[in-house]
C-alpha cells in the first residue's frame, strides 16, 4: 500500500522499541545491539532541519519549473491553466512514485515536498475545472483524492485534510438530498465523527496499521474536534444562520449548551481513563473552546477577572496534580519521557518570549489611565 | 513493545526467554506522562494571571481597589521568590537542573510580576528617574539576574528580547520581521546588526568562560536570526550599501558556520546555508537586472534557471552537510 519500502520501516520501529525496552531496563543492552544487528535501517530520514532544508528545496524546483514551463509555452497554458497544473501535478505524482521506488528515502523532506506540491496542483486544478459544478462532486473528488494520497504516503497532514472534505460530503450531501436536513445535520456528524473515531481506534490497535501511527493519530484528533463542533451552540447557531438561512435561537437551545460544556470534561476523563493522550488533549484544547463559547454570549465577569481566575484555577490544577503526583501513582507520573531535552527548552523558551513580553519598546511614550491594556478591550464587543 | 515485534524477534532467537516474558508483562503496565499536559497547563496559567493581573492594575488605576490590587501582586511576587528562592539548587556557575516543572513556572511568574510591579512604579511615580529608557531598562536588569541566579532558560530568552526592546527592536521570532520597519530606518538595521554583535560576544563569553555555559545556545540563536536578518535588510533596502553589508554577512555566516562545526550543531550550518542562499541570490538576481537592458526577457529567465540550479545545488550541501556531522539529530 506504501509507496515505502515496509520492511525497512519495521526495522525502524523495531529498532526504536529495542532502545525504549533497554531505557526501561527491560531488555539486557547487549540484546538491543544484537537486535539492532540483525534489523538494519538503511533508508534515508535525515534531521527535520535537513527534512525542512530538502522539502523547501524540492517545492522551490518543481515550482520554478513550472514557471520555467509557463513562460515558454504561455499562450497555450494560459488559455487552458487548470488542465496546465493537472497535468505537473500528476508529472509530480509520477516523479513521487519513481522517485520512491528507486531512491532508499523515507520522510526525507524530498518525499513530502514532491507529495505536497503534487497534491495542491491536482487539488488546485479539481477546484478551479468544477467552479461551476455542485461542491459535492468536488467534494467527493478532493476525499478521493486525500485518500489515495493518506494510503500511499500515510501523510498526516494530508489526511487531515481528506477528513475535513469528508465532512464537507456529508453537510452538502445532507443539505441536498435529506429533507429537513437543517436540525438532523448536527447529530448526523455528530454519528459519524464517533463512528470513525471508533474506527480510527480500533486501527490503531491492530498491528497491520502501525506505518499509519500518525495519521490516525491526528484523524482520531480530528474527529474529535468535528464531534464536539457539531454540538457546539456558537458552532450549531452561526452555521445555521450561515449556511441554512436559520433565525434566532436554534432548536433545542438546552441540548446544545450541555453538549457545549460537557464533552470536553468527557474527553479527559475517557483519556485518564484509557492512559490515552489523544482524547486527553483534545479535551484540554476543548475546555478553552467551551470557555469561548460561553464568553460570547454571556459577558459574564470582565475579561481581566476572568484571566486572573482562570490562572489561579489553572496553577492551582497543575500544583495539586504534581503534589500528588511527585511519587507515581496508578501508572502515571509527571516525569518527562521520550523527550529530546535540550531542543525542547530552547523552543520552550522562544515561546515564552514570545508570548509573555509585555515591555513597551523604548521609543513609544508610556501612557497610564484609559488605555485598554493588553486586549483587555475584547470585552467591549460582547 | 508490540506483540508482533516480540515473537518475531523471539523466533529469531534475539531475545531470551525471561526477557521476552519480561517483554510481555511489561506491556499491561506502561507509566503515562504528564509531564506536557502539565507543562501545558501551567505555562496558560501563568500566561492568564499575569497578563491579568496586569490589566487589571490598570483598569483600576482611580479606584480605591488600587492599591490593594498593587500590594497583592508585590505579595504573590515575594512569596514566588520566596518559594523559588527556598526549593532551588545551590547557585554555581555550572548548568543545574530544576527540581521540577512546578518550580520553573513559579519562577517565570514572580519575574513577571515583579516587572509589572516596578514597571508601573516607574511611569506612576518615576521612581527609577527618566533616563536610559527606564522603562525596559530595569526589567532587563532583573530578567537577566534572575536567568543567571535561578537558571532559567525561559527567563534568559525574555531577557535577550528585553534587552532588543531596549535598544528599540522586536526580536521575538513572530515580530522580527513584521514589527521593525527595516525598509524606513538605517538606525534600525544598525542596531540590529549591534545586537546581533553582542548577542554573538555574550554567548561566546559563556562557553569561553564557562560562566553558564549551556545558554550560549540562547544567545547565539537570537543573534544568527537578527544579525543576518539586519545585514540582509541593510543588503536590499539601502541604495549604495552593499560594500558596508556583503562583508558583514560574509563575516557572520563564516563565524556561525565554523560555530556549527565546532559544536556539531546541524542548526547553525542550516540557518548559514540559508541565509547565505538569500544573500547569493539576491546578488545574482540584482546583477542580472542590472543588466536589462541587454538582455531583457533573458533576464527572467536567467533568474529562473538560476533559482532552479541553485535549490538543487543547496538540497545537495544539505545533504552533505549532514552525513559530515553524521547521526546529530537534535540542535
Known sequence: ?382 | MRKNFIHQLADEGLLSETERLRLEAQQGSRMFSLHWELKTLLYLGVLLLSGGLGTLIYKNIDTIGHQAILAGIGLLCAVCFWYANKHKAPFTWEKTESPNAWWDYVVLLGCLLFISFITYLQGQYEVFGTRLGSATFIPMVVLFISAYYFDHLGVLSLAITNFAAWLGIAITPMHLLSSNAFGTERRLIDTALLIGLVLTAAGYASSRFNRKAHFSFTYYNFAVHVFCIGALCGMFFEDGMLLLYVPALVAALAFYYFLGVRLRSFYFLLMTVIYAYIGLGYLVIFTLVQALDTLEMGVLYLSILYLIVSSIAMARILIHLNRKLKSHADL
Not at chain 1, 71 to 90: N, Y
Not at chain 1, 326 to 342: E, L, S, V
Open chain 1, 1 to 382: 500500500m506504501l509507496i515505502y519500502n515496509t520492511a525497512e520501516l519495521d526495522n525502524a520501529l523495531i529498532r526504536q522499541e529495542a532502545d525504549d525496552a533497554k531505557d526501561a531496563g527491560v531488555i539486557a543492552p547487549e540484546t538491543a545491539d544484537r537486535i539492532k544487528a540483525a534489523h538494519p535501517y538503511t533508508l534515508y530520514s535525515p534531521n527535520i532541519f535537513v527534512r525542512i532544508g530538502l522539502g523547501l528545496a524540492t517545492v522551490l524546483c518543481v515550482l520554478l519549473a513550472t514557471g520555467l514551463f509557463f513562460l515558454m509555452m504561455m499562450d497555450g497554458a494560459i488559455r487552458s491553466i487548470e488542465v496546465f497544473f493537472l497535468v505537473w501535478g500528476v508529472l509530480a505524482y509520477g516523479a513521487l512514485e519513481l522517485w520512491m521506488s528507486g531512491h532508499r528515502h523515507y520522510r526525507s523532506g524530498v518525499d513530502d515536498g514532491l507529495t505536497w506540491v503534487s497534491v495542491v496542483y491536482i487539488a488546485g486544478a479539481l477546484v478551479a475545472l468544477m467552479e461551476s459544478e455542485s461542491p459535492l462532486l468536488l467534494y467527493i473528488m478532493l476525499t478521493a483524492l486525500a485518500a489515495w494520497y493518506t494510503v500511499r504516503t500515510s501523510d498526516p497532514g494530508i489526511a487531515l485534510c481528506g477528513w475535513v472534505c469528508g465532512i464537507m460530503i456529508v453537510v452538502y450531501a445532507a443539505i441536498l438530498y435529506i429533507p429537513g436536513a437543517r436540525y438532523l445535520l448536527p447529530f448526523l456528524v455528530m454519528g459519524i465523527s464517533a463512528g470513525a473515531y471508533m474506527l480510527f481506534s480500533r486501527m490503531q490497535r491492530n498491528f497491520r496499521f502501525r506505518h499509519y501511527d500518525l495519521c490516525l493519530d491526528v484523524l482520531r484528533l480530528a474527529t474529535l474536534a468535528t464531534l464536539y463542533l457539531a454540538g457546539n451552540y456558537y458552532v450549531v447557531h452561526n452555521a445555521g444562520m450561515e449556511l441554512l438561512g436559520m433565525e434566532g435561537e436554534p432548536p433545542l437551545p438546552w441540548l446544545f449548551w450541555t453538549l457545549s460544556i460537557a464533552i470536553p470534561p468527557v474527553y479527559i476523563w475517557l483519556g485518564l481513563r484509557r492512559k490515552d493522550r489523544i482524547p486527553l488533549a483534545m479535551g484540554l484544547i476543548l475546555i478553552a473552546v467551551a470557555v469561548f463559547t460561553i464568553r460570547a454570549y454571556h459577558a459574564v465577569m470582565p475579561i481581566e477577572t476572568a484571566m486572573v481566575l482562570g490562572g489561579i484555577f489553572l496553577v492551582g490544577v497543575s500544583y495539586f496534580v504534581h503534589r500528588y503526583l511527585k511519587t507515581p501513582k496508578h501508572g502515571f507520573t509527571t516525569a518527562a519521557m521520550h523527550t529530546r531535552g535540550f531542543g525542547a527548552q530552547q523552543l520552550e523558551g522562544l515561546i515564552i518570549a514570545e508570548t509573555m513580553q509585555h515591555a513597551p519598546q523604548a521609543d513609544e511614550s508610556f501612557q497610564f489611565g484609559g488605555g485598554s491594556g493588553g486586549g483587555g478591550g475584547a470585552s467591549s464587543e460582547f
